[in-house]
């Protein structure tokens, strides 16, 4: 996506001229331009000269981002120019900065300067007799000329006002500014009038007319109307300048510099050069500049910058780093790996500013009629003036109508209603770690009617651990650890890998082996202070003792049934215990479950796993149901299969998960800071929680709420104002409108939806006390299992996928489980490429294969293109 600063927009009007303009250029796929931002994000190949052009034409004027140079019109009368920024700080920090509001500021202060003196002739002296200084006392020419002069100087003062609302009737796109300029217009052009009456008066010395025509100025209208919209405007401006915080704050903790190694010495260079490959240093209480990996030392960095989780994450060498994030405590030294726009931090700013520069659904509907308001308003405000003079009324009276109904209407409003609390909501979500690349992602994320999670790395933690041990036979449990952690110490299977991590976390000794062995599709076997010990699967171990007993089976099935694989170790031929290893839930999964089926969302589980592991796993965690044996590719038909009943939102890791990450209505990857430009998601939770996916839902579902009521504010404020800046209540309830009072709501109505949106700032995304159950319609889905058995043909040669393996002797366990199947005559298998070759020399059900990859303790993933 392309994005562009937009200058010379004052209203949704202009907003909607631009997004016509620019989408009818050749090349141009969509188009979003944001009020609130003054940008405008367009997709497709056009050309950005072409684009530009399309602006001027249309009355506006625009740049490429971060180009540092404007074109065409300069800046609307509303804008704050707080852009959604390039990921350069410089350009960044420009964009972001808000340059219209000092400016109003000024103009507002002159304004009043100017606005008080012609207030005390025209309502002070006029309504109350306040005193007049001796050079207009009785002169009523004199008064009217010194409030004309105030009230041009005024005029003069807001001159951008006029500028931007005539050239927007010139190419025929009135907007806001032309309401106002119009308004002004008209009450200081009739005032003009009623003064060169009022000379003729004098002249004739008829002191009737002289009052008649004093009580006809209206130069205090003109200039209290300008002076109220700059309020407003102003107010608008500083408001929409916080919806824009969180990516400053993003921006803000791009470090400036970096320390970085050169010829063995520490040197201080700028951010922007340094390069792959650089190696920099990195201090305790420094902010590391660039991603990189660590090389030297070690340290726990403060992640809460792009994760927003404030304890501190261990670093190790070899373990990544990102740029913004805080070293804590020790001294590193990493190697760059990625720089300038390609950094995690960068990567979250891009998809930040591009959600603001994208629309919501919801917004058409503000768009359709913003489209066609302000020329309804000038039609509606000519009818006025001409009824009013039809029923008789006088010229200036009509006038007062017409001009109230042009000052009192705010398509502003409704051109903000949308974009503001997207923009705040998208800003609350990055705080936390969740980053909605579009609009439309945040949108969507609060329809969530079902959602389906991938076990391994969603629910589960993806790493295996030691869940259960029983020393049988085992004077302790220390015992047992002592000859599970020497066998198991040698080999690189997860599973061993688990038993090793709980016994050196439990401060266990490690023994020394000798004759250490692998026994392939068994277990492994070695020698410890020359007594034989063992360790492997209850089929091999109980053919090694001559059979378990009857408790030892039970407990074996125990364990299986919870989804654990129970591992048996043996000392000198007989049974000291069992340890029970699993892929454990996540801490807060069950939280998590729990808080989601409470929004009524309807959860459902898939997974490879067989049916007892995963009704295991899905029992711990509490989903409503789960899928079990489902292949990596089948994940995208059980999605859609969902989908037709309800809405529903994928959650996955974002890699295997593509297919049913993009089939999905939404799709939610879970995954660390490298992984933020998968492309397959339309969210990406920073940390791995599902507990972010409830985050994620309740900003949706609070930002919907906050743009509903802006919307309902909006429409409701032009449907009430209009009809009374007409005059349609006068004869049923006398009720008027000073055109005065009129300006004063135009100004406010576009405050008011901003600062509703800003409350969106107080949403509290973890806190479920707020809560409200939801009934959901879906109350229970039966997933059809499709168990598909192919027949591998004979002399036939295919590759079948098979995860899990990690080295040598897991390829020979693999290969041997295989080729005890009738009919294939050869297996190689290949741990790096997760792959087995098999050549047959008969028919063989699939079925078999996935069998013995299970049996084995590998994941089946299917038969490979």
């Not at 304004?111 to 009523?140: A, C, E, Q, T």
């Not at 009704?615 to 409503?624: K, S």
Request: glycine share 10%; hydrophobic share 45%.
């Amino acid at each position: 996506m392309e994005q562009y600063k937009v200058t010379g927009m004052s209203c949704a009007a202009c907003q909607t001229r631009v997004e016509k303009a620019v989408s009818a250029v050749d090349g141009v796929e969509s188009c979003a331009v944001s009020l609130l931002t003054n940008s405008m994000g367009v997709e497709g190949n056009a050309r950005p000269e072409d684009i530009i052009a399309a602006v001027e034409a249309a009355g506006y004027g625009a740049s490429v981002k971060g180009s540092g140079s404007e074109n065409g019109a300069g800046s609307g009368s509303s804008g704050s120019g707080a852009g959604a920024g390039t990921i350069s700080s410089a350009s960044a920090d420009d964009s972001l900065k808000d340059t219209e509001t000092p400016k109003m500021k000024k103009r507002l202060i002159w304004s009043i300067v100017l606005l008080v003196p012609l207030m005390y002739v025209s309502m002070g002296h006029m309504l109350w007799n306040w005193p007049l200084p001796g050079f207009l006392d009785g002169n009523h020419v004199a008064m009217g000329i010194y409030q004309m002069l105030l009230a041009g100087m005024v005029m003069v003062i807001n001159q951008k006002f006029f500028i931007s609302g005539f050239r927007g009737l010139i190419h025929r796109a009135p907007n806001m500014d032309t309401l106002v300029a119009l308004g002004a217009t008209a009450s200081f052009g009739y005032s003009v009038v009623a003064l060169f009456g009022m000379s003729r008066a004098v002249m004739d010395g008829n002191q009737d007319q002289v009052m008649y025509f004093m009580n006809q100025f209206y130069f205090e209208a003109a200039a209290m109307i300008l002076t109220l919209i700059t309020v407003g405007k102003m107010l608008e401006a500083r408001s929409k300048g916080k919806t824009t915080s969180a990516l400053k704050g993003l921006m803000d903790l791009s470090p400036k510099t970096a320390v970085v190694l050169k010829d063995g010495a520490e040197v201080t260079v700028p951010i922007e050069t340094v390069k792959v490959g650089d190696k920099f240093v990195v201090r305790p209480g420094d902010s590391i500049p660039v991603d990189g990996v660590v090389s030297e030392g070690e340290s726990a960095v403060n992640e809460s910058a792009l994760t927003g989780e404030s304890v501190p994450v261990e670093k190790n060498v070899g373990d990544t780093v990102s740029a913004a994030t805080i070293n804590t405590s020790g001294y590193m030294v990493c190697e760059a790996t990625r720089v300038g726009e390609d950094t995690t931090l960068s990567a979250i700013i891009r998809m930040v500013s591009d959600a603001a520069a994208t629309k919501a659904p919801i917004a058409k509907i503000a768009d359709k009629v913003s489209g066609v308001f302000v020329p309804a308003v000038i039609g509606i405000a000519l009818v006025t003036f001409i009824a009013w003079l039809i029923a008789g009324q006088s010229v200036g009276y009509a006038i007062a109508r017409a001009v109230s109904v042009l000052v009192i209407s705010c398509p502003c409003a409704l051109g903000l209603a949308t974009p503001v609390a997207i923009m705040v909501g998208n800003g609350v979500a990055a705080k936390t770690g969740i980053l909605f690349k579009t609009a439309a992602s945040l949108e969507q994320a609060g329809r969530t009617q079902i959602l389906a999670l991938d076990k391994t790395g969603t629910i589960t933690t993806g790493e295996m651990k030691v869940t259960d041990i029983h020393p049988l036979n085992a004077s302790s449990e220390k015992e047992l650890l002592t000859v599970a952690y020497a066998l198991e110490s040698k080999s690189e299977h997860p599973i061993s890998k688990a038993v090793t991590d709980y016994a050196s976390e439990n401060h266990i000794e490690l023994a020394e082996t000798t004759e250490f062995e692998v026994l392939s599709g068994n277990g492994l076997k070695a020698k410890l202070n020359g007594s034989e010990i063992t360790g492997g699967s209850a089929k091999y171990i109980g053919s090694l003792i001559g059979g378990l007993s009857k408790e030892t089976d039970e407990l074996i099935k125990h364990l299986a049934m919870e989804g654990k694989t129970p591992v048996l170790f043996t000392k000198s031929g007989a049974l000291l215990g069992v340890i029970g290893v699993s892929d454990v839930i996540k801490e807060d999964s069950t939280e998590a479950i729990a808080e989601l089926k409470k929004l009524g969302i309807h959860t459902v589980m898939l997974t490879g796993d067989n049916e007892v592991t995963a009704a295991a796993i899905a029992a711990q965690a509490g989903v409503d149901e789960v899928v079990a044996s489902v292949k990596p590719d089948g994940k995208e038909a059980v999605v859609k299969q969902l989908m037709e009943h309800g809405v529903v939102t994928m959650v996955g890791d974002g890699i295997n998960d593509a297919p049913a990450l993009t089939s999905a209505n939404l799709g939610i990857a879970i995954g660390a800071g490298t992984d933020v430009a998968i492309d397959a998601a339309d969210v990406v939770l920073m940390k791995s929680s599902i507990r972010d996916v409830a985050a994620a839902i309740r900003i949706s579902r609070g930002t919907l709420r906050n743009i509903h009521e802006n919307l309902f504010w909006a429409f409701f404020y032009n449907v009430l104002g209009i009809p009374l800046a007409a005059g349609c209540y006068v004869a049923a309830f006398g009720w008027e409108l000073n055109p005065i009072f009129g300006a004063a709501a135009m100004g406010l109505s576009s405050f008011c939806v901003v600062s509703n949106a800003l409350r969106l700032n107080w949403l509290k995304p973890y806190d479920s006390k707020g809560d409200k159950i939801v009934k959901n319609p879906v109350t229970g889905i039966l997933i059809e299992q499709k168990t598909e058995i192919e027949t591998i043909k004979e002399n036939n040669e295919m590759k079948i996928k098979v995860n899990g393996m990690m080295c040598g002797h897991c390829e020979m366990h693999v290969k041997k489980a295989l080729e005890a199947i009738e009919g294939i005559e050869s297996a190689t298998a290949s741990h790096e490429e997760n792959q087995v070759t098999i050549a047959t020399s008969a028919d063989v059900d699939e079925a078999a294969i996935k069998a013995a990859v299970e049996e084995a303790g590998y994941e089946y993933a299917g038969i490979m293109e």
